[in-house]
């Protein structure tokens, strides 16, 4: 879990710096096979190919176990990434990917970790952009209050 949110923190990183962009930068394909991590621990985000510069219709591209609700109707935007995260998130602790488009706990598959990252990954996938996590300040805060219970 510890590992987990570290990569998650970056994986804020990340998207605050494609969101916060003028227009937005959504990726769109925000999946474990497009994140490598260097030998410094240090996560870099591969594949802009399916990268789309503001929000707005597009075709359904994507893993279909990490796009958004919004994303599968042809309507990006930056809260589909953090569904993506989410779902790597819930990839990271499981081993296995999220079932598309369900509502997908954690805790099920995984008894070892916590209540509060559990609570967090359902956020983060949460089936409504209205109520998901939606910037990387937010999320970066929660990673950062489930952190430091953990390490306390």
Same mark, same amino acid.
């Given at each position: 879990?510890? =590992?987990?949110?570290s ?13 916060g962009? $003028? ?8 999946t474990?096979?497009?994140?490598l991590?260097? =030998?410094?621990?240090?996560?870099k ?6 990268a789309k ?11 279909? !176990?990490?796009? !958004?609700?919004?994303?599968v ?18 990839f990271?602790? @499981?081993?296995?990917d999220? =079932?598309p ?6 805790l @099920? !598959?995984?008894?070892n970790?916590?209540?509060q ?7 983060? @996938?949460?089936?409504?952009?209205? @109520?998901?996590v939606?910037? !990387? ?12 219970? $953990?390490?306390?």
């Open positions: 879990e510890a =590992e987990a949110i990569l998650g923190m970056q994986m804020c990183s990340i998207l605050e710096y494609l969101h962009h $003028a227009p937005q930068v959504v990726h769109r394909d925000f474990p096979d497009n994140l991590l260097d =030998e410094n621990g240090v996560l985000l591969i594949d802009f190919n399916l510069v503001s929000a707005g219709n597009a075709l359904p591209v994507g893993k279909p !176990a990490y796009m !958004a609700p919004e994303q109707k042809g309507r990006p935007e930056a809260a589909s990434d953090f569904y993506s995260l989410g779902a790597l998130m819930y990271l602790v @499981t081993g296995v999220p =079932e488009l369900n509502v997908s706990c954690p @099920t !598959a995984n008894r970790i916590s209540v990252f559990n609570d967090l990954i359902m956020r983060l @996938t949460d089936q409504s952009r209205e @109520t998901r939606g910037s !990387a300040s937010e999320a970066r805060k929660l990673f950062a209050m489930i952190g430091f219970k $953990a390490s306390a």
